[in-house]
């Protein structure tokens, strides 16, 4: 090897200038990723400059290099190939595009993997994203001036980062028509195991043995080993636990915990992406992700993001919020593991594009800092829902083998939740529509009183509801009824139906409550289901008007005077459905002008607070007299707020209510 004139030929003066160009957007894009080294971009931009120079100098001179023989070549190759092998100190020899043309064993055990794996791959992808573009641009200045330089580097190694100063120094080898650099580290800290071999994961050659235990660096090696598989094993368990933990299935909820574990325990950074939004509907096609490659891209549902954690440090929270905004595109690693439903691992990353581009126009990668990244389908055995992806900086090394059997696996777990969260919010759909199909849907105007309804569902349970209320006309005026069927779901919704329409068809030709609900009893007798009841007939006189009650096992109506007093009806009765001999409890109030007839499923008197202690019908009278002078609707909001804050918003029961205001004659 000898050195070589600096002269440049046409050809070789425009890739130099192309490959200039190419080097400053590097040093600009390093200058934005997270603590960024400037003092070494300064000094790479600084090089850079005297290469222009040199490059101007040299425009229209001819190359003058030397021809050696094929015998002289090959044992010029012979006697590098010994020194690499022999060598004390990690040697790379590199092409004038700085790609690896072969590493010595000090190099490979250097950054903890096989010279196999290490060539091939560019040189900077092994150095700290931070500095990784003012290596390169004195990789080039190397190459064109033939000076030696002296560069402190960061490689990532598999356990940790390795702190090195490395020589740079050209050298030409005959038979080779373009100089090439061998690199020299001498570095600070030097991992102690040896390397290993590698194994293949997506078509690529990948590192295998244990990445990294969080608090496993400085012991030895076989302990460090088996407290990464503890770890990993802890991640594990403690993400069964947080999806599991809900006891209504939360798609939201579960996308984020699964996120933040892994941001917190495997990665610097988590990315959710799925066929659907995590608050909307499933989004997703018959098809999946069970296509083949070459029609699923056109085919396949687009990935939404959903979630990205990451360090906590106000620039990155920053980051997180625009990267949530940037959706996996064709050709994204995301978008390419949910097609295929193939895992993909990249331990070294070099195109920083994989991740995608931010709409400022720089890559993801470049943005985070991320140096190695993988993902793994979110799949539940019949079809792909999306894709986990995570990104680690040179704090943590690169992703190995076993990261990526565990985020597999996690994988696995978050779509069963999501199938789960899927399915239940789909049933909780269909019983809300059936349970708006047994309640009215809108209350009709009665000349004289204002009437308003209200009805909560359950927090907990999907199942249709056994409340139901209603206001109709009857005999000789109008009717209203309200009632609670034992029990949920699609065989209570039956009887609901039954007796909500079984009341209303019954008033039409008996007039008193009682003997209404008579008829209803008798229509339940044959179901495997008893109903409590409350009904209320009105009768319109000219200055009031007569309220006649019937009840069947529930709680009484409530009447709420003008100016505050309140007073319970007459409770009684047995609930409807269980005997021949029925016989209902009576009883009878007049309404005048700002009175007003409350009638309630037991669903309120039941709500509870953090210590079981029911709300019960002290603080329901206490509740309705503070909104005495309330309009009907005022009212029930009244008690609705109330019962949320006593439950803390957990109600255990549907809760149903009506309300029946005498206006003056003015407002009738």
């Given amino acids: 090897m000898h050195d070589q004139p600096d002269q440049l030929e046409p050809e070789s003066l425009m890739r130099e200038i192309s490959d200039l160009e190419g080097r400053i957007g590097e040093l600009r894009q390093a200058a934005g990723v997270p603590a960024p080294d400037l003092r070494a971009t300064l000094d790479a931009a600084l090089v850079e400059l005297e290469l222009a120079l040199t490059v101007l100098r040299t425009m229209g001179t001819e190359q003058t290099g030397e021809q050696g023989g094929s015998t002289a070549a090959e044992n010029e190759r012979r006697v590098l190939r010994t020194v690499f092998q022999d060598a004390p100190v990690p040697l790379f020899l590199l092409d004038r595009n700085t790609s690896v043309r072969r590493v010595n064993r000090q190099a490979a055990t250097l950054l903890g993997t096989s010279s196999g794996y290490v060539s091939g791959k560019q040189f900077t992808v092994f150095c700290d994203m931070a500095t990784r573009a003012a290596v390169r641009s004195q990789l080039a200045a190397v190459v064109r001036t033939g000076r030696r330089r002296r560069v402190q580097v960061r490689f990532l190694g598999r356990d940790h980062p390795v702190d090195a100063v490395v020589t740079l120094a050209r050298v030409w080898i005959r038979g080779e028509p373009d100089p090439m650099v061998v690199v020299a580290a001498g570095s600070t800290t030097t991992p102690t195991d040896d390397s290993e071999p590698a194994e293949r994961v997506g078509g690529e050659q990948v590192p295998t043995g244990s990445a990294r235990a969080r608090s496993g660096q400085g012991v030895p090696p076989d302990d460090e080993a088996v407290a990464t598989i503890v770890h990993r094993m802890d991640v594990v368990a403690t ?134 990244v993988l993902s793994v389908p979110i799949e539940d055995g019949d079809r792909a829902i999306g894709t986990i992806t995570l990104a680690a900086s040179g704090e943590y090394g690169p992703f190995d083998l076993m990261d990526l059997g565990v985020v597999q696996r996690l994988g696995r777990y978050l779509a069963l939740v999501i199938r789960a969260a899927r399915l239940y919010r789909r049933r909780a759909e269909v019983a809300e529509t059936l349970q708006a199909g047994l309640l009215p849907k809108s209350l009709p105007s009665i000349p004289g009183v204002t009437v308003a309804a209200k009805y909560l569902t359950a927090t907990h349970g999907s199942e249709v509801g056994g409340d139901f209320y209603d206001v109709f006309r009857t005999e000789n005026g109008w009717g209203l009824v309200l009632g609670d069927v034992c029990g949920k779901g699609e065989d209570a919704a039956a009887v609901t139906a039954t007796a909500r329409h079984c009341a209303r068809l019954a008033s039409r030709w008996k007039a008193r409550p009682g003997d209404v609900l008579g008829i209803v009893n008798e229509a339940l007798l044959d179901e495997d289901r008893f109903v409590t009841a409350v009904m209320a007939g009105l009768t319109m006189e000219t200055e009031k008007i007569i309220v006649s009650l019937g009840t069947a096992g529930h709680p009484p109506a409530i009447v709420v005077r003008a100016d505050g007093v309140i007073r319970s009806a007459s409770r009684g009765g047995v609930p409807l459905g269980l005997f021949e001999d029925f016989e209902p409890g009576l009883d009878a109030v007049d309404l005048t002008v700002g009175d007003t007839l409350f009638l309630h499923s037991d669903g309120v008197l039941e709500a509870c607070d953090m210590m079981r202690q029911e709300f019960g019908q002290e603080r329901l009278l206490e509740t309705l007299a503070a909104h005495a002078g309330d309009t009907p609707q005022g009212m029930l909001a009244g008690v609705e707020q109330a019962l949320l804050e006593y439950c803390d918003g957990d109600l255990r029961d549907d809760v149903s209510m009506l309300a029946l205001r005498v206006e003056p004659p003015s407002l009738a």
């Fill in 239 to 372: 993400a069964g636990e947080l999806l599991l933990d809900e006891p209504v299935f939360n798609e939201t909820v579960a996308v984020r915990r699964c996120a933040r574990l892994l941001a917190a325990e495997l990665a610097d950074w988590a990315f959710i992406d799925l066929t659907g939004p995590a608050n909307g509907g499933p989004g997703t096609s018959p098809q999946g992700g069970a296509h083949l490659a070459g029609s699923a891209s056109r085919a396949a549902p687009l990935l939404r993001r959903q979630v990205v954690m990451g360090p906590e440090d106000e620039r990155s929270v920053e980051a997180a919020r625009t990267l949530e905004e940037v959706d996996p595109v064709e050709g994204t690693l995301p978008h390419t593991v949910f097609v295929t439903r193939q895992s993909a691992l990249r331990p070294h990353v070099e195109n920083l594009d994989v991740l995608g581009v931010c709409p400022d126009g720089h890559p993801v990668c470049g943005k985070i800092g991320a140096t190695s």
